[in-house]
């Protein structure tokens, strides 16, 4: 599976040099470029290439990174860089698998407090290892933080 994501990074970036497309093929190079720093990371560990999970936490890391930037140039006025840092996002997020949305988490939610038998907020750690577990890719944790609060009356 992890040749699948890879293999796309590679499929995508031949395309849009062939188009032409200069801001894309300079985000996708550095996708590629981490995910090479990350393999080589990886390495003392006796892994090659890391699985795709880890890739798309890569790619969220990369994400929450260039939002915390878009806020920053917003700040200090400088709406030209924080478009750069939002195009990069969409190429990057274009390559994430697509997130749930609020209805699919909330069932979510209910039902890894269920599986877990939470009864207050001091379960919040278990469900949210459930959810981890059972959602990481398709789920954003940070949102499901509040849900799971909320719904355990905190």
Do not use: C, W
Not at 13 to 21: F, L, T, W
Not at 25 to 54: C, F, H, N, W, Y
Not at 119 to 134: C, F
Request: charged fraction near 30%; proline fraction near 4%.
């Amino acid at each position: 599976m992890a040749d699948d994501l890879r293999s796309r990074f590679t499929e995508a970036m031949k395309e849009s040099m062939r188009a032409g497309d200069a801001p894309r093929t300079s985000t996708i190079r550095m996708i590629i470029a981490k995910l090479k720093e990350v393999d080589i990371a990886a390495r003392p560990s006796g892994v090659d290439k890391v699985p795709d999970e880890q890739v798309t936490q890569m790619l969220r890391g990369m994400v929450k990174s260039r939002r915390e930037s878009v806020d920053l140039y917003r700040q200090g006025n400088r709406p030209e860089l924080a478009a750069k840092e939002e195009a990069e996002i969409a190429v990057i997020e274009a390559f994430l698998p697509q997130q749930m949305d609020a209805g699919a988490m909330e069932a979510a939610v209910k039902a890894a407090i269920a599986e877990a038998g939470a009864a207050s907020v001091k379960d919040m750690g278990k469900v949210m290892a459930i959810l981890r577990a059972q959602h990481a890719a398709t789920m954003d944790l940070s949102k499901a933080g509040p849900m799971v609060k909320a719904a355990l009356g905190g």
